[in-house]
């Protein structure tokens, strides 16, 4: 498996909190990606990063935010959690073809 | 919005018969690629083809690529309960080449009874 860790692996948080969610990578891949999975929806980007503070918006990225200050980090942020932001959320890294998945953070937000 | 979309949405096969998905997709493309999905867990790359290609081996899998009907089958030979998943195609958003991200499809959700 590429070293990728995502954490907390299970999250269940209150509407109007903030969460922020973690991926980790020991590859030292270029890329890193923020997708959510849903029913019905397969699975839809947020937010990705090139490198070192420089990110951008996927197809789904209002109520989102991320960070990426060290090349093997980037953090997701909920700004203010809402029940529609209910998912599965996946990492993912690349060198520019083929991605790697983490295993996935299941949030619920109540 | 979705660039490939799977068909069919489920398939339930004997272990040992050959598995074939499909998956059509909207703008041109520079490379489709597979996933596979265990329950709950992340996605696989099982195999990437570029436009300019045809078709395409990987062990029991075979993929082949239509530009011209905008459309990618994924064959599983001789399957096994193993095999038992969810796969998705996916595209380039852009013509970056993956580095701005991929386009999933839903996904087929294939079953293989012992």
């Known amino acids: 498996d590429a070293g990728i860790t995502q954490s907390p692996r299970h999250k269940v948080t209150e509407t109007g909190t903030p969460v922020t969610l973690r991926c980790h990578q020991t590859e030292n891949h270029r890329y890193m990606y923020w997708y959510r999975q849903d029913p019905g929806h397969g699975l839809r980007l947020i937010h990705y990063?090139?490198?070192?503070?420089?990110?951008d918006k996927g197809e789904v990225s209002d109520g989102y935010s991320v960070s990426r200050s060290k090349t093997e980090d980037f953090l997701l942020t909920l700004e203010s959690a809402t029940s529609s932001q209910t998912s599965v959320y996946f990492c993912a890294i690349s060198a520019g073809f083929e991605a790697f998945f983490g295993q996935g953070t299941r949030l619920t937000v109540v | 919005s979705q660039q490939g979309e799977e068909d069919p949405q489920a398939l339930s096969i004997q272990e040992g018969e050959n598995a074939t998905m499909n998956c059509s997709y909207k703008?041109?493309?520079?490379?489709l690629q597979w996933y596979r999905q265990n329950s709950g867990r992340g996605l696989v790359h099982l195999i990437l083809i570029r436009s300019n290609e045809r078709e395409k081996h990987s062990g029991r899998l075979r993929v082949t690529l239509d530009t011209s009907k905008k459309s990618s089958s994924l064959l599983i030979t001789a399957s096994r309960a193993a095999d038992t998943a969810s796969y998705f195609c996916?595209?380039?958003?852009?013509?970056?080449?993956?580095?701005?991200?991929?386009?999933f499809g839903k996904g087929t959700h294939l079953i293989i009874q012992p």
């Open positions: 703008t041109s493309i520079n490379n």
């Open positions: 990063s090139y490198g070192v503070k420089d990110t």
């Open positions: 996916a595209t380039d958003r852009h013509s970056g080449g993956g580095a701005d991200g991929l386009t």
